[in-house]
């Protein structure tokens, strides 16, 4: 009877996804609810959960709750600590959601919100979650090592130094179109800089106030920065209209660069109880609190899509970044789909952490889903936008020019309707001077936040507030991850560049780590300058190489997953990890290659250094360049980016090799030789616990 | 009953935020350290949230975040 009733009840969720997919289906050429959307997403998130999740935790892995895990193991009460799956599985969560899934989505909506949509669910399910899940397995039964570690042990120690190696330049770019989304989203905005700006200060207090006075009291201070940070968004509304004060927070996207390079420098080398800590606080929370607003939000409100299922721009020709469907529009949406990133968390404190090995699917492969569900919001939150709005702030001006005329101009051209008052009308609702060329895809989704969060609280008079807010929210998190990140690079500069030099490797030197971080600093700076003079906004270079990045280290994530596979010789359901590794692999590949040899200079990088060049020959000067001098360092840049492209490029196909080597000597082998701890019994008491 | 539950739920939603932040749970750890090692000092309430976020943003190359 209970057998029966449940395979009603899935048969009815089936029933029910399949028809909210033939809503959005057949409703081509009308614009339908969001609702169908959320429908669709959850009904598959839940079968996949319920089926494909549990097949791979009981059919293929064979989570055993009765053996030990590290927690119990090395229980220490600091690191390691036996956790409550739901306990861990907001740990987990807060820590692989970032910038990434949002962004992504409403860059990759110029296409129309069909193909993001159907691969952040095909996506998610098939290689984003599965990748997360058993790289958090193979980490748990092998005392919760990292991934370079994971690496070095099953397929070899040289896989694992290359792993390592481009995991450094990988964060590199990641931290450079994070601050980019940031300078892109503060430039000629007093008001929001104020905030983001006021941010600091709010920190350090509460970073004094819990050091000196209130220790350990996170709620409070807590609560404190939170009302702290709100005024600020009040305050930052008279800053932006008095002319004075405006004036000072008024920035160019250049001088905001050599803010945050500098910020960045500082922050890193800081206590952490003084800025760091706090902030992440903030950060966190708010984090939390806002994507769960959000989903409210989306779902009273359940916004019209305005934005057409399929554009144009599916052929490449799209403003916002260039390159055809396949492969940059899985390269684009990246985080919310399949994140290589998540292979370090997966293998970083959640192992640590993990009570029973089956709760591993419920966190792994659970809070992976929940990411792509982040996502999905994101994307609807820039398809209810009006398209002619959506495309006046994201694309370039190089394209659409600086002024609303010609920017309603141009898009007029394209066939989406716009008109001057649209484009008045919402800068002045969300209390800006401009919101054309706002790209980064952060002015965006505050936009459409703003309409959605406005919906439920305020009207139309609140959207410059909910609009700041949304733009407070992503610069404080991005500001979070460019400190520790910088923090993290410099750790691990200091442990590479130690090999060769032994004294760089004292991390308490100050030399040494100065060196480092400065070293990091500049590196992520440099791509961050580049970006911000490119005319085609920057974004249009970095997100792409920030996705094959991405996906480059979830290709070496699925690659060690395949490998343990066969190492446990279980060869026969390979498939689960072979699949999306493939697809991983073909995508990155694909799209690495095209960004160095396409012939359109929007997308290849030679071609457009042969541009440059070709000009250069016939003493001709073009944007951004002002000088024959900066149209050389334009061309320099190419060839940095081509470098750099094609170093991630070597990074895979070797560890591709060597995973096939390792693959190889596995299946002539008729035993297991995974690199696992020896099986141990649970202590009777952690099921009692349990 | 019903008030025991949420009691729980309300602590585990604590709890959960806590270690978002990198914070587990004090008395958890003061609990093991009794147990298992009654011979060393326990650190208090204080020591044992600077260790804590020394070691979370303190370093060593490991990410705790995603992009």
Known sequence: ?690 | MINNQMNHVWKQFAQSLRLMVGVPEYSVYVEHMRSVHPEQTIMSQEEFFRERMEARYGGKGRLNRCC
């Not at chain 1, 998610?124 to 042990?153: E, H, P, T, W, Y």
């Open chain 1, 1 to 690: 009877m209970n057998q029966l009733s449940k395979w009603v009840g899935w048969s009815l969720f089936s029933l029910l996804g399949a028809a909210a997919f033939g809503v959005i289906a057949l409703n081509r050429g009308e614009s339908i609810s969001a609702i169908w959307i959320v429908i669709a997403a959850v009904c598959v998130y839940l079968i996949a959960f319920r089926f494909y999740s549990q097949f791979i935790a009981r059919r293929v892995l064979k989570l055993d709750a009765t053996r030990m895990t590290p927690a119990y193991k090395h229980n220490d009460g600091l690191d390691h600590v036996p956790t409550n799956k739901y306990v861990l599985f907001g740990h987990h969560f807060a820590a692989i959601a970032g910038a990434g899934p949002l962004v992504g989505p409403i860059l990759a909506a110029q296409m129309g919100y069909l193909p993001s949509m159907l691969w952040l669910l095909a996506g998610v399910v098939f290689a984003g979650a599965v990748q997360d899940f058993i790289v958090l397995f193979i980490s748990m039964r092998r005392n919760a090592r990292s991934l370079g570690d994971l690496i070095k042990s099953e397929l070899g120690h040289v896989p694992g130094m290359i792993a390592l190696f481009g995991t450094f330049f990988i964060m590199l770019i990641l931290l450079a179109v994070l601050a980019l989304i940031v300078v892109k989203a503060l430039a000629e905005s007093p008001w929001g800089t104020f905030t983001v700006a006021a941010t600091i200060p709010i920190a350090m207090f509460m970073g004094i106030y819990s050091r000196y006075f209130r220790p350990c009291a996170i709620a409070e201070i807590s609560l404190i920065g939170f009302t702290l940070l709100i005024l600020s968004i009040v305050a930052g509304q008279y800053v932006q209209e008095d002319p004075a004060w405006a004036a000072v927070f008024s920035a160019t996207g250049e001088q905001l660069t050599w803010v945050l390079i500098g910020y960045g420098f500082i922050a890193s080398v800081l206590p952490v109880w003084l800025l760091l800590a706090p902030r992440d606080y903030l950060s966190t929370f708010l984090k939390i609190g806002t994507i769960v607003g959000l989903a409210i939000g989306v779902i009273i409100l359940s916004p019209e899509l305005k934005m057409p299922a399929l554009t144009q721009f599916i052929d490449g020709s799209g403003p916002v970044w260039s390159g055809d469907l396949f492969p940059f529009l899985f390269v684009t949406v990246a985080c919310g789909a399949v994140s290589g990133f998540h292979s370090l968390i997966a293998s970083g404190t959640t192992p640590k952490m993990i009570q029973n090995e089956t709760d591993a699917r419920f966190i792994g492969y659970g809070a992976m889903l929940m990411e792509s569900f982040v996502a999905i919001m994101a994307l609807v939150a820039a398809a209810a936008l009006e398209p002619g709005i959506y495309f006046a702030m994201n694309s370039p001006a190089a394209i659409i020019g600086t002024t609303v005329e010609s920017a309603v101009q141009t898009i007029s051209q394209w066939g989406f309707h716009i008109t001057p008052e649209m484009i008045t009308q919402t800068t002045q609702n969300v209390g800006e001077h401009s919101i054309i060329s706002r790209t980064g895809g952060a002015p965006t989704l505050a936009v459409g936040m703003a309409q959605i969060l406005s919906g439920v609280i305020g009207d139309t008079a609140m959207m410059a507030f909910w609009y700041h807010f949304a733009i407070l929210f992503e610069a404080l998190f991005i500001l979070t991850a460019v400190d520790a990140g910088t923090r993290a690079g410099r750790f691990m500069l200091q442990d590479l560049l130690g090999s060769f030099i032994p004294a760089m490797k004292q991390t308490d030197s100050l030399m040494a780590s100065l060196i480092a971080t400065g070293i990091c600093v500049s590196g992520w700076g440099y791509f961050l300058y580049q970006g911000v003079i490119d005319p085609l906004g920057g974004i249009n270079t970095l997100w792409p190489l920030f996705g094959i990045a991405n996906q480059m280290l979830a290709g070496i994530a699925l690659i060690l997953c395949t490998c343990v596979l066969f190492r446990m010789k279980l060869d026969r359901f390979a498939w689960i990890t072979v699949i999306p590794a493939v697809w991983v692999c073909i995508c990155t590949l694909t799209a690495a290659w095209q960004k160095i040899f396409h012939d359109n200079p929007r997308i290849g990088f030679l071609a457009h250094a042969e541009k440059y060049q070709e000009a250069v020959t016939q003493d001709i000067v073009l944007a951004p360049a002002k000088s024959i001098g900066q149209m050389q360092q334009v061309i320099f840049n190419d060839y940095i980016n081509v470098t750099l492209t094609a170093l991630f490029i070597v990074v895979l196909i070797s560890i591709l090799m060597f995973g096939i080597r390792t693959i190889l000597q596995a299946r002539v082998i008729h035993h297991p030789t995974t690199r696992e701890m020896p099986f141990e019994l649970l202590p009777v008491y952690a099921s009692i616990e349990k």
